[in-house]
């Protein structure tokens, strides 16, 4: 047990404060000594952690604030934003912190053709569900999302200090322009040929996602099947054969977790379903109620919400629309059809037709604040 000096004619005082935080500084900074990895220093981390870019909501700036000042890289997952969004949240987050921060965008995708019969077909099948949330028939055109270029001419302006991306590898030219602008790439694999690729096409880093994640899949076919490689045995399939650092991802709820994946041959560790309960989540009510409501979380993976594979809680909208795979359009098309729906369900309140992006890990969600997880993670 570590010994605390008081000077009783500091207490009470702001200096006594000032001291006594100082001495905690002290303490957790030699504590981390076991926790220096290659990205820890690359990226300027006190904690071999990246709290996952969890875009949609939970990546409020009050998280990824909370996740920097703390040691970790705080993630800003702007997938859905528009460039001006991607700015006015960034700039939010530096007024705060000058702590390293990421940026996470998806990659641009073919847009899809989506027939006339496809389309008629997903709106009959969830006819009933807009009905009962009051809402019109749906107008969906492409090109479905957001222009990647934009978005990336925002991140490049912003300059965070490591950008990250998932559904492949980046261009090239995409790839030089991020590392002229002097920030750190990091890619995001589900099975040892990805990652090699990744390798290959120049990225800093390789996330290692493992089945066991929450949130959209990694995969690079969006039409594949999922390869099912847990965490801990991509780990043992890529070390070695990768130089870049490895970040595992899939599963990661507590110490124990973080410890076997760092033996296992990880540099650091990406954490994103541990944080959605916490205080400065921006997860709505309606998700925190359910993934708050058993310890036992029932996730599977689904095409019903974007038309990419995601794991998440199972709902109604889940189990009924499963059952009609003909009426999901590709991705990104499915993502906006839905969006409607999505969107009136959080309105009402509902989680019945919510993407409740969730991982394997089962016991308490942690529902203080994101320092005090952190500190029980890897500082206690």
Known sequence: MPFIFVFPSLQGTRKFHRLLHDLEVNCLQHTNMDFNTRLTHALQLNVPLIVAPM???????????????SGALGSIGAAYLSPDKIKEMTNQVRVRTKKPILINLFIPSRIPEVSEDLLQEAIQQTKNFRSELGLPVPKVSPPYEEDFNKQFEAVLSLRPNAFSFVFGTLQNDYLKEAHKQGLFTIGTATTPEEALALEDSGVDAVVLQGV???????IFDPLASDPNITMLDLLREV??????PLIAAGGIMTKDHVT??????????????????????????????????SKE?????TRIFSGRLARGLV???MEEMDLKPNAILPFPAQNNFTRDIRNASTAKGSADFLS??????????????TAKLIEQLFLE
């Open 356 to 369: 409740l992006w969730c991982g394997t890990g089962t016991g308490d969600l942690w529902t203080g604040s």
């Open 55 to 69: 875009a949609g909501g939970p990546s409020s700036v009050d998280l990824v604030v909370a996740a920097s000042e």
């Open 212 to 218: 066991e994640a929450g949130g959209h899949r990694g």
């Open 315 to 317: 709902n109604r909208f």
């Open 239 to 244: 070390k070695g054969k990768i130089k870049v």
């Open 297 to 301: 979380r029932k996730t599977r993976l």
């Open 260 to 293: 076997m994946a760092l033996r296992a041959g990880a540099d650091v560790v990406q954490m994103g379903t541990a944080f959605l309960a916490v205080q400065e989540a921006g997860t709505s009510e309606p998700y925190r109620f359910k993934l708050l409501e």
